[in-house]
Nanobody, 119 residues
Framework: QVQLVESGGGLVQAGGSLTLSCAVS????????MAWFRQAPGKERGFVAA????????YYKDSVKGRFTISRDNAKNSVYLQMNSLKPEDTALYFC????????????WGQGTQVTVSS
């Protein structure tokens, strides 16, 4: 069984930066991809960014392109989200997710880490 644990959230002023980390435990992950989602108060959880676990391909929500960077460290079984030029609208609970296979959705989810951006 795969467990995901996020860290790195916090309170930051608009224009600031944060780096979120997601550590995979339980077993070495060798699935298809990992991703970050976020859920703001009163809103549904939505996609932010994804990265192939064994390839170079990344995907981003349009509103974070150029500001957020997703990366991974296979040796450390971890994925990261570098967030720059943060905006108040980026405030949300950020979740890490992992997909074992392409096209079947995300199989594992973390508990989330809170990011709050003050104006």
């Amino acid at each position: 069984q795969v467990q995901l644990v996020e860290s790195g959230g916090g309170l930051v002023q608009a224009g600031g930066s944060l780096t979120l980390s997601c550590a995979v435990s339980g077993r070495t992950f060798s699935g298809y991809s990992m991703a970050w989602f976020r859920q703001a108060p009163g809103k549904e959880r939505g996609f932010v960014a994804a990265i192939q676990w064994s390839g170079p391909t990344t995907y981003y929500k349009d509103s974070v392109k150029g500001r957020f960077t997703i990366s991974r460290d296979n040796a450390k079984n971890s994925v990261y989200l570098q967030m720059n030029s943060l905006k108040p609208e980026d405030t949300a609970l950020y979740f890490c997710a992992a997909a074992e296979k392409i096209g079947t959705g995300y199989d594992y989810w973390g508990q989330g880490t809170q990011v709050t951006v003050s104006s």
